[in-house]
């Protein structure tokens, strides 16, 4: 089984209706990410979160809010969703012991379509 | 604030040929990290390297290698006797010690190998 995977794997949604990305590991990494990726420019960071109690906005956090259910369990919302925010999303995991030195790992990714 | 220039964004070439994909990064931090990761068509997000601030040896693994050097702030990567099964998109990324695990990525390099 892998190790970080999200649901859905693929989403077609409308304009203006709230959906949620789920990602769940078994890695029993403390930290997790979400990123979103646009063709040209690359991967983006939304949200991160160090531990439960610890969650942080990105460098592109309006318009998205997550929810750190466990440690296990990280899940990220659109609100209200707009066409722009049509973009494969990834989360990522690593673990908290060498800051900054240790790779993440990513989930298989999930295309969001908004229309 | 950090920044990974992947100056490349569509390379081609034929099979057999050597390829190197450029890196270039700005930060003001004197500890911190570079990856590349590989994304294949099918979209996973591959780990291939990480390599520390300190540590400017060059790095072979295979038909891959890695060459950093901190005068240029750069990080490049190359592939020996390409193969087609090379075809994917290639990101570099960096990731500070003051910011944990956050990782800046580049635009990446979309690199084709044609038989």
């Known amino acids: 089984d892998a190790d970080v995977t999200q649901t859905p794997r693929n989403r077609i949604t409308k304009t203006g209706k709230r959906i949620m990305l789920e990602c769940s590991q078994t890695?029993?990494?403390?930290?997790m990410y979400w990123y979103r990726q646009d063709p040209g420019l690359g991967l983006r960071l939304i949200y991160y979160?160090?531990?439960?109690?610890?969650?942080n906005k990105g460098e592109i956090s309006d318009g998205y809010s997550v929810s750190r259910q466990a440690q296990a369990k990280f899940s990220l919302s659109l609100e209200s969703a707009i066409p722009n925010q049509t973009a494969l999303y990834f989360c990522a995991t690593s673990d908290r012991l060498g800051q900054g030195y240790n790779e993440q790992f990513f989930g298989p990714g999930t295309r969001l379509t908004v229309l | 604030a950090q920044k990974v220039t992947q100056a490349q964004t569509e390379i081609s070439v034929v099979e057999k040929e050597d390829v190197t994909l450029d890196c270039v990064y700005e930060t003001r931090d004197t500890t911190y990290y570079l990856f590349w990761y590989k994304q294949p068509p099918s979209g996973e997000l591959v780990f291939l390297i990480r390599?520390?601030?300190?540590?400017?040896q060059n790095e072979i693994s295979g038909r891959y290698s890695w060459n950093f050097q901190k005068s240029t702030s750069s990080f490049n990567f190359t592939i020996t006797a390409s193969q087609v099964v090379d075809s994917a998109v290639y990101f570099c990324a960096l990731s500070v010690e003051t910011s944990g695990s956050r990782l800046t990525f580049g635009e990446g390099t979309q690199l084709t190998v044609n038989p």
């Open positions: 979160s160090f531990d439960v109690k610890d969650i």
């Open positions: 390599r520390n601030s300190f540590d400017e």
């Open positions: 890695k029993g990494h403390d930290r």
